[in-house]
């Protein structure tokens, strides 16, 4: 996993869900995971409302 | 918990309980699951629907209603106010709702009518025999369970992820999607018979900002941006910017996060023993972001055809293409018209839409519809408009409308 979460920021919304191109993002209950087919494009981080995911370089 | 079902629903929102209702009524047997414990919250809406509309598939119930507007107010990036009636307004003006209670009341509905529905429930796989999907996987209470079905309902909203297990690519180019920070303030000076739209690169470059009145003294006061602001800037900034300007006293009570599919349509809906409805088939109006009115009449196309489908004991996506047909020829069109429009305005400097706000002076906006808004724009900036011509071909019953002047542009 390449992208970091931060769950103190997130609201569980799934934006980040929708736009991920390779389905790597779920939400769960109220948290979101990301599995190891991320490819960090970091797609999700430019949409998310308030910044809650990063993408570690 | 049985462990067979002629149809399971994914998701208690507005497109999954609408669909429920439909199939249970029938005298199906019908699971309706959803992942929350809380159906309906926390809320991803700002709340507001056409009264009209609303009106031909519930009836109205107090208790979901939170205030009822007369019409919009669009204020222009130099301030210039546009005001339109109700009916002008489009999919999302005439009722804000409460949708915490219009969520429960929908799913009680679907109850009521024999749907078994449970909560805290989730979909985690789809079951696939033979090229069909034959039932889903769900986990309740941390414990795993296999349920078989005829068809399943993807009704998961934006995150939804049952289109892509079957196969239906259901990702959003990040263009599409509409990435959205709301706040419930309190205590607020709100006129509560109008919704406003504050448009501008200032406010809300590439979207807009909106007040949805929630009664006299609140408001959902929102934002919606497509595609990618610059790196240092979020959604959640553009929010406090304005609100610290405009409401410096007011309370906030609540924080709403949210994605739009603001892409217009994809490519397909349907699989074998599969049906997608709502925002989890990208049903969502891409100009307005409006995706209540939409989840609800394709929820009940889904269920029409569902049930029809079960009866005939053909759930192949041939037999399906039937609900796929109906909703792109009614909603799916709409949503094609407001894409090419949505497009063309995000196109729009501030000028170009200021010049657009002063072309309205002096017209009546009180009888005539979105599309006869966007015409009477169009006839007096047809060079800003051009690319929207495109859109009027085939239409006839826009009032006002001189059809000689549609052909003679084309
Ligand atoms: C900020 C914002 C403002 C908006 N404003 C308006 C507006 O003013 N007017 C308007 O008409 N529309 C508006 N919309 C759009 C509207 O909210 C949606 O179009 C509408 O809720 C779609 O309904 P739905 O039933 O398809 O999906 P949802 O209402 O999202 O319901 C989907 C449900 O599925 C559940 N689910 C997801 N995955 C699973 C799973 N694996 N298992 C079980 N359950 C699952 C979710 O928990 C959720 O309850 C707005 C959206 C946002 C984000």
Redesign the pocket.
Known sequence: MVIKVNRYKCGY???CVSVCPTGAI??IETWIVVDDTCNNCGICSRICPVGALEVST | MKDRYDIIV?????????TAKTVASKGLDVLL????QQ??DP????????KKYIANFLQPDPAWISAEVKGSRIYAPNGKMVEMGEELSG??VGY??E?KIF?RALAMEAARAGAQVMVK????GLLINNGYVTGVK?QYMGKNYDIQCDIVIG????????GRWAGIDTTIKPGGL?S???YLITDIDVDPDFCEFYLGTHIAPSGYL?V?PKGKNKA?V?I?ISGFLPKNKRVIDLLDDFVKKKYPKGKIIEI??????ACGTIERTVSNGLIL?????R???PL????????IW??EIAGKVAVKAIKRRDVSAEFLQEYERKWRAEIGKNIDTSLIVKNRFLSLNDDDMNTLADSLENMDLKTTNLLGLVWALFKSNKKLLWDLRSIFKDIKDINDVDFDDINSIN
């Open positions: 919304c799934g934006a779920e939400l | 994914v998701g208690a929102g507005p497109a999954g309980s609408v699951i959803e992942k929350r159906i309906g809320v991803r809406c700002a709340e507001g629907v056409n999919v999302e804000v709702l949708r969520d429930t989730r979909a985690t769900v009704a998961d909203g934006i995150e939804s992820k049952i509409c959205c920070m709301q909106w949805f959902n929102g919606g709403i996060y949210g994605g739009v599919p409805v709502g925002d989890a088939a049903q969502s109006d307005s972001g409006g995706g209540i009115f939409n989840s394709a929820g």
